[in-house]
């Protein structure tokens, strides 16, 4: 796990970094998606709902829109999604814990699945290299979990 | 068009309880990827003119109602004036803040037909 500014941030996904979101590749072409820490951090650190869009199910999300929101009495924002795919269903235990998704980003608090034909990390970055890439994104914007 | 949703707004700077919660859902239509529009009209128009909002706060020490408007039209979503309001009030577009379209009676209910959902506060 790295740490950039006090946020916490796997190597082994995949990020797109200006939306805070990451990829996990899984079996059968489905595609786990969250939010990162700084994403959690920009949220305030405490959610009142996260909420999968329903409209959106069973139909094809392309990279960068909305498959679900994030909102607490002060913050109110989209989950992009970090690739194209069809949203297959969003983490049930964020309905009962929406605050999953701030305290364990990378864990229990995924936000939803995607289906693709195949993986295509296209406009991602992953491993150290990618580390490398969401460090200097968050200093050149300031960003800080501490 | 089903991506398109409405809000109309009457409440004012009399009622401040009542003009923190449309601006929150809109923005949190916008975030849904809706299209939103937001009809001010009635007493919401007050709303938009320069300098009301950071003086209507819904909870004591809590945010001006300006804030939310910010983050919603931050958000993408549209703001538009009833021309009939702002004649009710002795308003001119002048008087309003940035990125207000000013339209008539008519354009709400095009807005209205064209939209999966319309919302009233």
């Known amino acids: 796990m790295a740490e950039i500014n006090g946020c916490e941030l796997p190597e082994e996904l995949y990020y797109?970094?200006?939306k805070h979101v990451w990829a996990r590749p899984m079996d059968g072409g489905v595609i786990r998606v969250g939010i990162t820490s700084v994403a959690a951090k920009l949220s305030g650190g405490s959610l009142a709902a996260v909420t999968v869009s329903a409209r959106k199910l069973g139909k094809e999300v392309p990279?960068?829109?909305?498959?679900?929101t994030l909102e607490s009495s002060k913050y109110v924002g989209p989950v992009p999604s970090p690739i194209t795919g069809t949203l297959l269903h969003g983490n049930d235990a964020l309905v009962g814990d929406p605050n999953l998704a701030v305290t364990d980003p990378y864990g229990e608090g995924w936000v939803a699945d995607l289906q693709v034909e195949a993986f295509d990390p296209a406009g991602l970055v992953t491993g150290e290299e990618g580390i490398a890439a969401y460090r200097e994104f968050l200093e050149s914007e300031g960003v800080s979990c501490d | 068009m089903e991506d398109q949703v409405l809000i109309i707004m009457t409440s004012g700077p009399e009622t401040p309880r009542r003009c923190a919660t449309p601006f929150f859902f809109a923005h949190l239509a916008a975030a849904m990827e809706y299209e939103v529009t937001m009809f001010f009209t009635i007493d919401g128009i007050l709303l938009l003119k320069e300098g009301v909002a950071e003086t209507v706060v819904p909870k004591e020490g809590g945010r001006a109602v300006a804030g939310f408007m910010q983050d919603a039209q931050e958000a993408g979503v549209?703001?538009?004036?009833?021309?009939?309001?702002?004649?009710?009030?002795?308003?001119?577009?002048?008087?309003?803040?940035?990125?207000?379209?000013m339209v008539g009676g008519a354009a709400m209910w095009q807005l209205a037909e064209n939209s999966s959902t319309v919302l009233t506060f």
């Open chain 2, 78 to 101: 549209k703001f538009v004036a009833c021309t009939a309001a702002t004649e009710l009030h002795d308003i001119d577009e002048g008087d309003l803040i940035d990125g207000v379209k």
């Open chain 1, 16 to 18: 797109l970094l200006d």
């Open chain 1, 63 to 68: 990279q960068g829109k909305s498959v679900a």
